[in-house]
């Protein structure tokens, strides 16, 4: 039973209209429908590379080139349109490159029983581009929770009360990168009042949803030291040369612990990828990528989240009934594909660390003996 339900009261926070955002600590400044009394629930603290070990198979078959199904994939609702422009923005020059488009109902109907029988078994509900921009959101849902997928939706917020089907998620992440409304306004090039939209919003849903992990994910920014948005790839498109008027969110970082369990969420504070990150990597080959993939809207499969529009193993997941995806998987082109990928032109590797598991610890290197891996 959740330690949450009875600390709800019913009193909803309400703005006065026309009133312009201020600084400051804006919850403060807002009525709580929320008062925790304890802390959101901590699971014990395991390395996130651990997670590897229960895919033993994924990673026998990387080792023999026999593929087994992506464990987890993104899906994609929206390609190449944001309500927001973040200066580090990963996925800014993908976005960038492609036209804007939604994913249809029917793809996503089909999405749920595919993924299931073809072996996948989570679903992170994300893009190059806001996901709830997509209206329809609730049928890919509805499709994966069907089908018994995992299921995580990572999201800007803006427009969280389209989502109604919240509870079927395991996990909801909220790309907050802020504290207070002048520093969310200034970071994300849109008004403050939508600052204080995202914060309702959170407050519903934690209200509707009180088992749901709600994180208040946040990526502290250097405008010096972090790579920014047209540093990502050198073949997708550069969006702008202008001078980046932004500094930081260092401060509002600070009080992240506070404001996330103030909302009764789980607070998730990563660093921007530094500039020089590729030039770190202690791995030549990419041997990570048969453990995702992306199904994106415009019905392309990508290998990869933080290499979208490069590495693409078809145009149309839908071809031939859906059967030519899992028909191309482990093939000759998809070895190649993988065969064709130079990591350090990756800037911003999420996988870096389960790259260099694979190729010094799970197989055999010319630095593997330094692993000293039979000492367990
Ligand atoms: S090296 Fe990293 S970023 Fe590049 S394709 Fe492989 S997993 Fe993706």
């Known amino acids: 039973m959740s330690a949450f339900p009875q600390q709800f009261s019913r009193q909803r926070a309400s703005h006065s209209a026309g009133k312009p955002a201020e600084d400051g600590p804006d919850l403060l400044a807002l009525p709580h429908i929320y008062a925790p009394v304890s802390e959101p629930p901590q699971p ?19 080792q023999t080139g026999q593929f087994l199904p992506p464990v987890m994939v993104d899906v994609d609702l929206v390609d190449g349109v944001c309500n927001l422009d973040c200066a580090w923005c990963c996925q800014a020059q993908s976005r960038a490159s492609r036209p804007a488009r939604y994913m249809s109902e029917e793809t996503m109907r089909r999405l749920g029983p595919f993924c299931h029988n073809w072996g996948v078994k989570a679903w992170r509900i994300s893009g190059d581009s806001e996901p709830t921009l997509n209206r329809n959101i ?5 499709s994966g929770q069907d089908a018994g997928i995992d299921m995580g939706l ?5 427009f969280l009360e389209r989502l109604t089907t919240a509870s079927a998620l395991t996990y909801l992440g909220i790309s907050l990168d802020a504290t207070t409304s002048s520093t969310w306004s200034r970071l994300k090039r849109s008004p403050a009042s939508n ?7 959170v407050k519903q849903v934690r209200q509707e949803c009180p088992q749901l992990d709600i994180c208040i994910k946040f990526v502290r920014f250097q405008a010096d030291e972090s790579l920014g948005k047209n540093d990502f790839s050198n073949s997708l498109s550069v969006l702008d040369n202008s001078p980046s008027n932004q500094t930081g969110n260092g401060e509002d970082a ?3 612990d506070k404001f996330s369990r103030d909302l009764g969420c789980r607070p998730i ?10 030039d ?7 041997n990570a990528t048969p453990l995702g993939g992306v199904f994106d809207a415009s019905h392309n499969f990508h290998l990869c989240c933080d ?3 490069v590495y693409v193993l078809t145009d149309d997941y839908t071809r031939d009934d859906w059967r030519e995806l899992p028909a191309l998987w482990g093939s000759e082109k998809h070895q190649q594909l993988i065969e064709s990928i130079i990591p350090r032109r990756c800037e911003g590797c999420a996988k870096r660390q389960v790259n260099e598991i694979l190729q010094h610890v799970v197989m055999s290197s010319h630095c593997s003996s330094d692993y000293q891996v039979n000492f367990i």
């Open 138 to 142: 609730d049928v890919l849902i509805r």
């Open 269 to 278: 504070l990563k660093e921007a990828y530094p500039k020089g990150l590729a």
């Open 154 to 158: 990572i999201t800007n917020g803006v």
């Open 280 to 286: 770190s990597y202690v791995f030549s080959r990419c």
């Open 307 to 309: 290499a979208r529009s």
């Open 254 to 256: 600070e009080q992240l």
């Open 195 to 201: 600052f204080r939209k995202i914060i309702d919003n």
């Open 44 to 62: 014990p603290e395991v390395n996130f590379a651990a997670k590897l070990l229960r895919h033993h198979e994924n990673i026998a078959g990387i």
